[in-house]
C-alpha cells in the first residue's frame, strides 16, 4: 500500500477544475500528480471538478495520479470519498488531518493508499499516530502559517518544528514524506533555495504548484555528482565497525546512507 509514493520526488498539485492544467501536467515527467478538489477549487465548481477528476484518473498517467479530497468537516468529503473509491486513482490526499481516525476510515472505503496532509496543530501533535495509517505524509505549510499565525514574509524557521515532527514520524513508520509549497512564482532562487532546505531536513520530495518548479524539485533531489563520487568511495572503503574515512570516523549507518544514495541513480 505504501508503495505508490515511494521514491517519487514531485508532487505536482493542480485544481481539478483547470482542464488546461490538466492537460499540461501529462507533459511533465512529474512523478506524482494530485488533482485537488479542496482550497484550489471554488465552492461552486465542486460538483464538476470531482466528476473532472474521476475522468482524467481514468486515462494513463506516466507518473502516479491521485485525488485531494475536501476535509472531513466539508460538505463535500463524503461524496469525494465515494467518488475517489469508484475511480482509478493511484492514491487519495487528505488534507487537514487531525488524527489517525480519518485516515483509516478513508483507507477502508476507497481501498487506496491514503497521503495524510501535515497542515494544523493538531495535525503536527498527532502525526506518528496519522503515518501508522497513511502511505505517506505531505508537509502543508500555507494551512500551517494560518493555523500558527505566522506574519508573511517571517521566512520558514517558525515552521521548522512542525517540519521537524512531519519528517520524523514518517520515517518512524516508514512512510514517504513531502515537503510544503514554495508559492512564489517568480522567484528561482527562493525556490531552489527552499528545496535545499527541504531535502537538508530529509524530506523525500517536494508538493509544487507550478510546472516552472519541477525542474528545480528534480535538480535539488538528485544526487550531486561529488556526493556519488564520495559514496562509492566510501562504499568501496569501508570493512565494517568504526573507521577513518577521508579524515572523518564512519559506521554502519553512514555505509547504508551512501548506499541508498547510489540506489537512486
Ligand atoms: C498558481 C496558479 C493559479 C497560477 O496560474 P497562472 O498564472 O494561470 O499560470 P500560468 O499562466 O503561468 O500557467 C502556464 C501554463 O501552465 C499550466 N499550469 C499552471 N499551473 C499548473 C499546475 N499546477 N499544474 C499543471 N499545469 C499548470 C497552465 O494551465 C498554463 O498552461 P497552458 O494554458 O497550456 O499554457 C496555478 O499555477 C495553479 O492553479 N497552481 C496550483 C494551485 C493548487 O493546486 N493549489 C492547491 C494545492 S497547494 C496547497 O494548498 C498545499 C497545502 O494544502 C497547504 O496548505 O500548504
Ligand atoms: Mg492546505
Not at 29 to 54: F, H, Q, S, Y
Not at 84 to 100: E, H, N
Not at 181 to 201: I, P, S, T
Request: overall charge negative.
Amino acid at each position: 500500500m505504501t508503495q505508490v509514493l515511494a521514491e517519487r520526488r514531485s508532487l505536482l498539485f493542480l485544481p481539478a477544475s483547470n482542464p488546461r492544467a490538466i492537460t499540461k501536467a501529462r507533459t511533465l515527467g512529474v512523478d506524482a500528480v494530485v488533482l485537488d478538489l479542496e482550497d484550489a477549487v471554488r465552492p461552486e465548481a465542486k460538483v464538476e471538478a470531482r466528476a473532472a477528476a474521476v475522468a482524467a484518473v481514468a486515462e494513463a498517467w506516466s507518473g502516479a495520479i491521485g485525488i485531494r479530497v475536501n476535509g472531513l468537516a466539508s460538505e463535500w468529503h463524503g461524496a469525494d470519498v465515494a467518488a475517489v473509491a469508484a475511480s482509478r486513482a493511484d492514491f487519495v490526499v487528505v488534507p487537514r488531518t487531525d488524527g489517525p481516525a480519518v485516515i483509516a476510515e478513508v483507507a477502508t472505503l476507497t481501498g487506496k493508499p491514503v497521503a495524510a496532509m501535515i497542515e494544523t496543530p493538531a495535525g503536527v501533535i498527532h502525526a506518528p499516530a496519522i503515518a501508522r495509517e497513511a502511505a505517506a505524509l505531505i508537509a502543508g505549510t500555507n494551512d500551517l502559517r494560518a493555523e500558527l499565525r505566522i506574519p508573511p514574509g517571517s521566512g520558514r524557521t517558525p515552521l521548522f518544528a512542525a517540519l521537524q515532527m512531519t519528517v520524523l514520524a514518517a520515517r518512524a513508520a516508514g512512510i514517504p514524506v513531502f515537503d510544503g509549497v514554495f508559492n512564489g512564482l517568480e522567484d528561482e532562487d527562493g525556490l531552489a533555495a527552499e528545496c535545499a532546505e527541504g531535502r537538508a531536513f530529509g524530506f523525500d520530495g517536494k508538493s509544487l504548484i507550478h510546472p516552472a518548479q519541477v525542474e528545480a524539485c528534480h535538480a535539488a533531489w538528485a544526487p550531486r555528482p561529488e556526493e556519488l563520487d564520495r559514496a562509492r568511495r566510501l562504499v568501496a572503503a569501508a570493512s565494517g565497525g568504526a573507521e577513518r574515512f577521508e579524515g572523518a570516523m564512519i559506521e554502519r549507518m553512514h555505509v547504508e546512507a551512501a548506499r541508498r544514495l547510489i540506489e537512486r541513480t
